[in-house]
């Protein structure tokens, strides 16, 4: 169903508005990042409780997740049991938690080196990662019209962030736009590893592992910067982290009804598209000839990937 990708945009989009506002006031980064990783493990926490979903197990949980992992190598089983599907959350959650941060510290390292525009460039096509693995290891397919508005979403996505004067000043490959890109391509993936294997009632726990995670590195760092957090780093990471874990829910019940190679582009090419026509007609910033062109290419595209041939 569409309506789970348009909320995954709407929330990423929301998110995108209250960074800037953050980063207009230059408050603390890794305090507000801190309290949006606590609201989101806290939110995803308290939903799991209130679905009352069962957390025992019996006997070896780690033999039987083992023994399952084999029978879905071979094919045998499409699916973890409840039980397996625990351990799986947890540590699947716990190493995306990892790589969540690991694309934070990346992006920020790549920006001081090559600048915003080439770092965004890279960071929004990470997304042709999980895409390839999901058509390597699934053969998700999408149809002919399907892959002609992927490749405009793409397109798009290029005009909105490659710069050619940065693109000129780019000496080689750097280590951090590597990392970033694999780092963020792969927690990409992570999602469509959970989806494709586990049973959706989980989902919580798995969140619940992905933010928890983040917030402990994220909390460790704010530490070691030694700076105290004021009440409105704490509105404005309460106000990240509650669409944060939404945009996380409702891609993974995004990916029940579209493929990887649909799901991913369209959910990068529409969050440019919203945060586009957002900062025009919200903070009344003025649409260059290239945004303009690039929200034209990307609604042509999202129109070509609803149509079914």
């Known amino acids: 169903m569409m309506i789970y990708l348009v909320l995954t945009i709407l ?24 309290i949006n990783y606590l609201v989101a493990f806290i939110s995803s926490m308290f939903i799991t409780f209130k679905q009352k979903i069962d957390l025992s197990f ?39 938690g990892i790589t969540y941060y690991l694309g934070l510290i990346s992006t920020q390292k790549s920006i001081s080196r090559n600048g ?10 990470s997304i042709i990662f999980p895409i390839l693995l999901s058509l390597i290891f699934w053969r998700n397919i999408p149809t002919v019209t399907q892959v002609i508005g992927i490749l405009f979403m793409l397109t798009a996505i290029g005009i909105m962030t490659f710069s050619f004067a940065d693109l000129k000043t780019l000496k080689g490959i750097d280590s951090a736009l590597v990392v970033m890109f694999l780092v963020i391509g792969f927690s990409g993936f992570n999602n469509k590893l959970f989806q494709r294997y586990a049973l959706g009632e989980y989902k919580t726990i798995f969140l619940f592992c992905i933010f928890f995670t983040a917030f402990v590195i994220s909390t460790i760092q704010t530490i070691k910067k030694g700076q105290m957090i004021r009440l409105y780093e704490v509105i404005v990471g309460i106000s990240v982290g509650i669409p944060n ?9 995004s990916l029940d009804y579209l493929s990887a190679a649909v ?19 919200i903070f009344k910033e003025r649409l260059k000839t290239k945004e303009k062109a690039a929200i034209a290419v990307i609604i042509i595209g999202i129109i070509l990937i609803n149509i079914k041939m």
Do not use: D
């Open 263 to 281: 799901a991913f582009p369209a959910s990068s090419a529409g969050g440019i598209l919203m945060v586009a026509l957002g900062g025009r007609y």
């Open 116 to 125: 915003v525009s080439i770092t965004s460039a890279f960071s929004r096509l």
């Open 11 to 34: 929330c990423s989009a929301l998110m995108k508005f209250v960074f800037t506002f953050s980063e207009q006031k230059k408050y603390n980064r890794y305090a507000v990042t801190s």
């Open 245 to 253: 874990i939404l945009r996380s829910y409702f891609f993974i019940l």
């Open 58 to 96: 019996e006997g070896s949980i780690v033999k039987g997740f083992l023994e399952e992992v084999k029978q879905i190598s071979a094919g045998s089983q499409s699916s973890f049991s409840a039980q397996s599907t625990l351990l799986y959350a947890v540590i699947l959650g716990c190493l995306s």
